[in-house]
């Protein structure tokens, strides 16, 4: 009975150090294309929406000493096929979005002064009536 119960221990443990890190995307707070509100602190929001949902990002926190080894431009990662299409009424596929940016670590960098400032954040898609 001992040797089953150290079994699944040592097997659950293993299973949990095999569990694939997050993927990490870094990409620049620009305040022309995403913005944070003026209402409501770390809230940011995108320049494109659509009329009967929202898709923004919520702040959870802040670092200053990450090491990104590329800083992407959301505007350009956003405007690709998968989801954006410019010849709909609603342009965003943010179900895409939400999937997508759910499933990895998502930091807006802000430029302070000589350093970056990031401001680890998560997908919220709300709708509307």
Known sequence: MKINLL???FLVVNLQAQEKLKDTFFFKLDNSYIYESKSIANKFLLKDKNSDEEF???GVG???NLKP???LC???FIRTPK???KSKKQKLNNSELVNFFSSIKVYLVKK???ENEYIEVNPILVFYD
């Open 74 to 76: 959301l505007k350009d």
């Open 112 to 114: 302070k002064d000589t």
């Open 56 to 58: 923004y990002f919520k």
């Open 7 to 9: 079994l699944i221990f």
């Open 83 to 85: 989801y954006y299409n």
């Open 69 to 71: 080894k590329k800083i």
């Open 62 to 64: 802040t670092l200053n």
